[in-house]
């Protein structure tokens, strides 16, 4: 895997197969390696980046205020891109992955030829009692992360159970995971609203959501309805990650996409 050195940090990156660039920007605590499916199958016909954001994976430490943390890992990618010779890409943000693609489209437009926000919300804003009482529920079990690995393992089994390529990776991943970094980036989203922001948006944009979580339905539509150019995909049996827990269904939807940008 290379590196890319900025003046505050490194990147771990991979960068595979040639044609028009797209990036996939990870989940929360995760590494570009939860794309390896898609990357095995669009380096036939793209050039596939796979960064892990500073604070993840084996990129640099992540420290410094939350408040800057979205605006710092966004301008490592924007370095990156211009290290790489990429003056536009189309990017795909899987849940932490798609709060950052929302704030790299915002903060760099220029460098965004179109968006994939997956599994993702533009706020965490409720809108009303029940979602507030389910918000809080996610918050709370955020936390476990805290409890030993040990601990963690038989939880993620179990919850991904139906879908054994994503229990694989999520393992890994819980297994792998920087936990006070986490734990920042975690503060972040709760400090983020895009949804407000989101009409400045002029890019075309695709949302991919699973449907066993009503509360990401929820968030997704508000978010994705902000957008002039956007169109929303709910996949049925899925939970987040969707690229991960329904491959094919997720690798389809996205070559229609590219298909229809001419990208």
């Known amino acids: 895997m290379p590196t890319f050195t900025t003046s505050q940090t490194t990147l771990?990156?991979?960068?595979?197969?040639?044609?028009?660039?797209?990036?996939?920007?990870?989940?929360?605590?995760a590494s570009?390696?939860?794309?390896?499916?898609?990357?095995?199958?669009?380096?036939?016909?793209?050039?596939?980046?796979?960064?892990?954001?500073?604070?993840?994976?084996?990129?640099?430490?992540?420290?410094?205020?939350?408040?800057t943390i979205l605006h710092r890992q966004c301008d490592d990618l924007a370095a990156l891109m211009d290290g790489l010779s990429i003056k536009q890409a189309i990017l795909c943000g899987v849940s932490y992955g798609g709060v950052f693609t929302y704030h790299f489209a915002l903060r760099y437009p220029e460098k965004v030829k179109a968006i994939i926000i997956v599994d993702s919300a533009g706020d965490t804003d409720p809108n009303c009692l029940k979602e507030r009482l389910i918000l809080i529920s996610l918050c709370t079990a955020f936390w476990l992360i805290y409890l030993p690995t040990r601990l963690l393992l038989p939880?993620?089994?179990?919850?991904?159970?139906?879908?054994?390529?994503?229990?694989?990776?999520?393992?890994s991943i819980v297994k792998?995971?920087?936990?006070?970094?986490?734990?920042?980036?975690?503060f972040a989203i709760l400090r983020t609203n895009h949804t407000s922001q989101l009409h400045r948006l002029t890019c075309p944009a695709m949302g991919i959501v699973g449907n066993t979580l009503d509360i990401s339905l929820r968030l997704m539509q508000r978010a994705m309805q902000k957008i002039a150019c956007s169109e929303l995909y709910v996949v049925t049996n899925s939970l987040d990650p969707t690229n991960l827990c329904q491959k094919e269904n997720f690798n389809s939807l996205v070559k229609t996409f590219l298909a229809k940008l001419h990208w």
């Open 12 to 29: 771990f990156y991979t960068d595979t197969g040639r044609g028009k660039p797209l990036i996939f920007i990870h989940g929360l605590g």
């Open 32 to 67: 570009g390696g939860m794309f390896e499916p898609q990357a095995t199958v669009f380096s036939h016909t793209h050039r596939v980046i796979c960064p892990d954001l500073r604070g993840n994976g084996q990129s640099g430490q992540l420290t410094g205020p939350v408040s």
């Open 155 to 171: 939880i993620v089994r179990a919850q991904y159970r139906r879908w054994p390529l994503a229990q694989t990776h999520i393992l």
């Open 176 to 186: 792998h995971l920087r936990k006070h970094e986490a734990v920042l980036q975690h």
